[in-house]
């Protein structure tokens, strides 16, 4: 083969070769590209030419490959390859990507494929080859297995294999196959299988027949309906890669099944070249393969190969060279990939031409939306219509997988045919999974750095430890300070003080005007991270600071923390209440509480030294978030856009939001004493800061680390909501909150069941163990934590995928600069986790070459520049605006730095639509000069305001307003920039207001709020 000169035949005309001519024609080795019989999206392909050959007469498709100097066949569909293409293309001196015949037997004989994956010990279901319909019913009725499975051994159009509900049904398909002749010579043979159960996942490889370099996993979707139900089609969606499949699964697939069957291959002398694609059953016992196939699957195609970063052509050359490498082969990272398939009416029975296809060419503009055509033709009138039982599929490339099928989904839904039919659930099986994996909030991104607090534990520590006197015990960063007043001269047992607060809670309850609960909360805090030493507590003290002292507040606050106290036994002996109104603002206010306890020496937790390999972790439910983690919490309910007063998706009772997350924190004093009372208890960790990750392991020694089953306890549906709406991974959903267990406690194994009758009242359950720790390891492992949590997270992930696949909003921005606020909403647009509902579409500057122009370009969004200078009148220029801001689609129009009055016409015809953003908190310090009158008038704040636009300057409603301080040494210089930083955060807001409607302009100009 020549470098750049390579002519290139693609035997298919469906989805899975359009997608492979559009990235072979990437190739800048690929001369040209042609295609039998191919389809009209496949003719649009840059390179590509349609020829006419009969794909049926293999002898002649490689007579016609050498006579026209092709270079390399690539041969979609298995049928060819079953017929023998590769081995007549071979004789010819043609290279072939796809198998000889013998090689294709590994899906077009399913009786010959089964034997050969049972020589070569590949992991599969249990089965039996027939050809006779009684001994195969007798088998059926007889197996000590569910022998449900029933496949036809040949090749049947993807409608040879029956998933029986029953043996009764399973023998109807044997009498149809067998007996009826259904599918001809290729139901001759029977494969009657075990029933496998769990997820199915596709891995595909290239390979040359010795090395193989598999693909990213990729889920289909076979059923024709939602849900999974319906009869079995070629597929109706796929997504990759597939999360359900672990890397370590990944490599056990690849080792285990891939390179197992190439090598086997090679032994029987049966070269493999091309893909070898299997399909695989996730089973409890480790994956299974239900089926090998000889060539890209499809759809799976369609949604793998807009990822794959290498030149294609290159690695199917390598393949049928004998060198293909690793190397060869690079993907797109931190990308999901989703593909919807729109079907005809009818579908999978029949099909329904000739319909007429609209709306494909606006999906096809859009970045990273393709749509590749499996069924379609031109009509003699020129129009493209259906011509298939599958006729497209849209496909999307997004930084998250629940972005991805939103995306690709809102695409199928704007494409137009009658008749069409598609799923809208194609990928949301594995949106929860890869929310865990990958996550995208964390705690650290709301404010809280939980690595920012260990290491100031570590930092302060030597000087903490300066004022050691007598009596102290032990050093910071346990759950409480220990004190011996023995060693302090006095005859008294170790007192343990704890210290603690509610955190951001507190937020939740002042926005909610609900004060009564959150002072059982500080209690809890405390008097829980005393019960970890086995202390008693005794009394409490606390500090309530405010701006204004409101006595009612204060007094539900103070009767929370009385009835706290009750549930803990101890006294409420004093505090403090601090009014300090430059200090905090009028009607917020913090508070701390101080817990002192007591313990025998003796009976002093934790006792290291006695915690052993085998010991048991018992689990006490929590009450739901408790007092940790609403930093995380709130910045969910800000992206969900969601209101304390909403009903919670989550709650049982129909409680509100607010209601749900103020439900106070567990006490565990009376119910755990006892327990603790038997010496048997050797650790409680209390679960907060940290979640499960970092609190148990503060109980543990070196040597040691524990072992939780997730399966052992009830997580609450908060937590499965939280992880799907805020898109929070497993690591940090461990180490942010509780996840349903507010406690711990570690006893021996033959002390269980004692510890756990004292326990009683709390519902405990076991929920792990004590293990060796080795360097290498976490000091805590939590299992099945994905599959538990997933169960939850499953029931929210349609409503996260509809929101996603509403509409955006198409913005327009005016600017004339350097465009700073045009970044911060750039940032947030194209920010998938902020939820903006909004992308920005269009850039005009009235001025040529300045920055903001840049940042545009940089975002690959389209700019113009219309210069004002060029229009006799105001109004004019605006007209030229609105042709272009029209020709865009555009919907909302936001001013950025847009140095030019607008026309009355304009404004009206925007209204409602037209924001802009202010540097002064309107309605003071109206006008251009706003920084120099706020330094003028000497006040002690400023900031910005975000308003839409009225005819009379700097009136319109306000829409958002953030503050800022102004020093007494402030020049306009340095205000200006400390609001450009509000600016930044609050032109955003605004957007997300208007964009996700949120706010209306009413007719009388005044805001509404939904």
């Known amino acids: 083969m020549t470098e750049h000169t390579h002519t290139v035949l693609v035997i298919g005309g469906g989805g899975r070769e359009h997608a492979i001519c559009w990235k072979l024609s990437q190739s800048p080795h690929v001369k040209e590209i042609l295609v039998a019989p191919g389809n009209t999206g496949i003719k649009e392909v840059d390179k590509v030419q349609l020829v006419e050959l009969n794909v049926k007469n293999t002898k002649e498709v490689a007579k016609w490959s050498k006579d026209n100097n092709v270079d390399l066949v690539v041969v979609g569909p298995e049928d060819p390859l079953a017929h023998g293409l590769a081995d007549d293309l071979n004789e010819v001196g043609v290279k072939c990507f796809g198998p000889q015949k013998k090689a294709a037997q590994i899906e077009a004989n399913k009786d010959w494929a089964k034997q050969f994956m049972d020589r070569n010990h590949i992991p599969t279901a249990r089965w039996q080859g027939f050809t006779s319909a009684v001994e195969a019913k007798n088998f059926i009725k007889s197996a000590p297995f569910?022998?449900?499975?029933?496949?036809?051994?040949?090749?049947?159009?993807?409608?040879?294999?029956?998933?029986?509900?029953?043996?009764?049904?399973?023998?109807?398909?044997?009498?149809?196959?067998?007996?009826?002749?259904?599918?001809?010579?290729?139901?001759?043979?029977?494969?009657?299988?075990?029933?496998?159960?769990?997820?199915?996942?596709?891995?595909l490889a290239f390979t040359d027949g010795k090395t193989i370099v598999p693909m990213m996993p990729a889920q289909d979707h076979k059923r024709i309906f939602n849900g999974d139900f319906g009869p079995n089609t070629g597929g109706m969606g796929a997504y990759c890669p597939c999360p359900l499949?672990?890397?370590?699964?990944?490599?056990?697939?690849?080792?285990?099944?891939?390179?197992?069957?190439?090598?086997?291959?090679?032994?029987?002398?049966?070269?493999?070249?091309?893909?070898?694609?299997?399909?695989?059953?996730?089973?409890?016992?480790?994956?299974?393969?239900?089926?090998?196939?000889?060539?890209?699957?499809?759809?799976?195609?369609?949604?793998?190969?807009p990822l794959l970063a290498s030149d294609l052509f290159t690695i199917m050359k390598a393949c049928c060279e004998g060198t293909l490498k690793a190397s060869l082969v690079s993907w797109r990272e931190n990308v999901s990939s989703v593909g919807v398939i729109l079907a005809s009416r009818g579908y999978p029975e029949s099909s329904s031409k000739g319909q007429i296809i609209t709306g494909i060419d606006k999906i096809s503009r859009k970045q990273d939306h393709f749509i590749f055509h499996c069924g379609t033709t031109l009509s003699s009138e020129g129009d493209l219509v259906t011509n298939g039982g599958r006729v497209l599929i849209t496909v999307n490339i997004a930084p998250t997988l629940a972005m991805a099928a939103a995306r690709a989904t809102q695409a199928a839904q704007f494409v137009s045919f009658d008749g069409k039919q598609f799923r809208t659930d194609i990928a949301h099986k594995g949106i929860a999974r890869s929310i865990l994996q990958k996550g995208q909030l964390t705690y650290e991104s709301s404010g809280v750095s939980i690595d920012a607090g260990d290491n100031l534990v570590s930092a302060?520590?030597?000087?903490?430890?300066?004022?050691k006197r007598a009596g102290t015990l032990g050093t910071i960063g346990g759950f409480g300070g220990l004190f011996d007043v023995k060693?302090?001269?006095?005859?008294?047992?170790?007192?343990?003080?704890?210290?603690?607060?509610?955190?951001?809670?507190?937020?939740?309850?002042?926005?909610?005007?609900?004060?009564?609960?959150?002072?059982?909360?500080?209690?809890a805090m405390c008097v829980n991270d005393v019960l970890a030493h086995n202390a008693e507590p005794l009394f409490f003290l606390d500090y309530f600071a405010c701006g204004k002292l409101d006595v009612g507040v204060a007094t539900k606050v103070v009767n929370g923390i009385t009835e706290g106290c009750k549930q803990a036994g101890c006294s409420l002996i004093g505090g403090e209440t601090a009014e300090m109104p430059d200090m905090y603002p009028e009607g917020e206010y913090d508070l701390a509480g101080f817990a002192v306890g007591a313990v025998e020496r003796d009976n002093l937790l934790p006792r290291m030294n006695d915690i052993k390999e085998g010991d048991?972790?018992?689990?006490?439910?929590?009450?739901?978030?408790?007092?940790?983690?609403?930093?995380?919490?709130?910045?969910?309910?800000?992206?969900?856009?969601?209101?304390?007063?909403?009903?919670?998706?989550?709650?049982?009772?129909?409680?509100?939001?607010?209601?749900?997350?103020?439900?106070?924190?567990?006490?565990?004093?009376?119910?755990?004493?006892?327990?603790?009372?038997?010496?048997?208890?050797?650790?409680?960790?209390?679960?907060?800061?940290?979640?499960?990750?970092?609190?148990?392991?503060?109980?543990?020694?070196?040597?040691?680390?524990?072992?939780?089953?997730?399966?052992?306890?009830?997580?609450?549906?908060?937590?499965?909501?939280?992880?799907?709406?805020?898109?929070?991974?497993?690591?940090?959903?461990?180490?942010?909150?509780?996840?349903?267990?507010?406690?711990?406690?570690?006893?021996?194994?033959?002390?269980?069941?004692?510890?756990?009758?004292?326990l009683k009242d709390e519902n405990p359950v076991v929920i792990g163990s004590v293990d060796t720790h080795r360097n290498d390891q976490a000091k805590m492992y939590v299992e099945n934590f994905?599959?538990?949590?997933?169960?939850?997270?499953?029931?929210?992930?349609?409503?996260?995928?509809?929101?996603?696949?509403?509409?955006?909003k198409r913005v327009g921005v005016?600017?004339?600069?350097?465009?700073?606020?045009?970044?911060s909403l750039i940032n947030a647009t194209q920010d998938p986790s902020q939820h903006m509902g909004a992308e920005i579409v269009l850039v005009i500057s009235n001025k040529p070459g300045v920055e903001g122009l840049r940042r545009a370009e940089r975002a690959g969004i389209k700019t113009m520049v219309i210069k004002h200078t060029d229009y006799p009148s105001r109004e004019s220029f605006d007209a030229a605006m609105n042709v272009e801001l029209h020709s865009a689609g555009v919907e909302i129009v936001c001013l950025a730095g847009f140095m030019r009055i607008l026309s009355h016409q304009f404004v009206k015809h925007w209204k409602g639509a037209l924001l802009n953003i202010h540097p002064s908190l309107l309605p003071s310090f109206k006008g251009v000069n706003a920084h120099k009158d706020v330094l003028a008038a000497r006040v002690r704040v400023s900031g910005c305001t975000v308003h839409f636009v009225e005819i009379d300057i700097d009136s319109g409603a306000i829409v958002e307003q953030e503050v800022v301080p102004v020093f007494p040494d402030d020049t306009e210089k340095i205000l200006q920039e400390r609001v450009k930083t509000a600016e930044h955060r609050a032109y955003p807001r605004a957007l997300k207001h208007l964009a996700t409607g949120r706010i209306k302009l009413q007719e009388d100009g005044t805001l509404y709020w939904n």
């Open 146 to 203: 569910k022998a449900l499975v029933v496949k036809a051994s040949g090749l049947a159009a993807g409608k040879g294999v029956i998933v029986a509900k029953d043996q009764q049904k399973a023998c109807h398909a044997i009498d149809e196959i067998l007996n009826d002749k259904k599918f001809g010579a290729a139901g001759e043979t029977v494969v009657v299988e075990e029933l496998l159960e769990g997820e199915e996942v596709s891995v």
């Open 245 to 305: 499949l672990s890397e370590k699964k990944y490599e056990q697939v690849k080792v285990n099944v891939l390179q197992k069957a190439v090598d086997g291959l090679r032994k029987e002398n049966i070269p493999f070249v091309g893909v070898l694609y299997a399909g695989l059953m996730l089973t409890e016992d480790g994956p299974k393969v239900l089926e090998f196939n000889c060539r890209f699957g499809d759809p799976e195609t369609e949604v793998m190969l």
């Open 460 to 467: 302060i520590k030597p000087a903490t430890s300066s004022t």
């Open 487 to 523: 060693a302090a001269g006095y005859k008294d047992p170790i007192l343990v003080s704890g210290t603690d607060g509610v955190g951001t809670k507190l937020k939740i309850a002042i926005e909610c005007n609900k004060h009564d609960t959150v002072g059982i909360d500080l209690v």
């Open 616 to 758: 048991v972790i018992i689990g006490l439910p929590s009450s739901g978030v408790h007092s940790n983690g609403f930093s995380l919490v709130r910045k969910v309910l800000k992206l969900a856009d969601k209101k304390y007063s909403d009903v919670a998706p989550f709650s049982k009772n129909n409680r509100t939001i607010g209601e749900e997350l103020l439900e106070p924190t567990k006490i565990y004093v009376k119910s755990v004493i006892p327990a603790l009372r038997t010496n048997l208890v050797k650790g409680f960790a209390h679960i907060t800061g940290g979640g499960l990750t970092e609190n148990i392991p503060r109980i543990l020694p070196e040597n040691l680390s524990a072992t939780l089953d997730a399966k052992n306890w009830n997580i609450l549906s908060i937590f499965g909501w939280l992880a799907v709406v805020g898109g929070i991974s497993k690591h940090e959903m461990l180490r942010t909150f509780n996840c349903g267990i507010g406690a711990v406690l570690i006893c021996s194994e033959k002390d269980k069941a004692e510890v756990l009758t004292k």
């Open 786 to 808: 994905e599959k538990v949590l997933e169960l939850e997270m499953k029931r929210y992930v349609p409503d996260v995928v509809a929101t996603l696949s509403k509409p955006l």
């Open 814 to 823: 005016l600017i004339s600069g350097s465009g700073t606020n045009l970044q």
